[in-house]
């Protein structure tokens, strides 16, 4: 996910918006951090188990994002959904 949030910043985003692109994501990791803690502590006292395999969706989601970034990204081509 580091790789391809640098290729966005490098590549497809606009010099201008690299500063509020980079507080909503500073925002989103802050917000994670706080409530996944409190999440996965409450679900540990519920069913412990689950909590490796939510951790363990947690951790392949970025890869799929990943797959996201097109191999000529540009500004007109910011993911692989979009037309060309």
Known sequence: M?????????????KEDIATT?????TI????????????????????????????GLAILPLFFSFMVPSNPSLNNPTVFSKN
């Open 2 to 14: 580091s790789i391809a949030k640098k290729t966005y910043f490098q590549k497809i985003s606009k």
């Open 22 to 26: 980079t507080a909503v994501a500073f």
């Open 29 to 56: 990791n802050h917000i994670g951090a706080v409530f996944l803690p409190i999440f996965l502590g409450y679900l540990w006292i519920l069913e412990p188990e689950k909590v490796f395999f939510f951790a363990s």
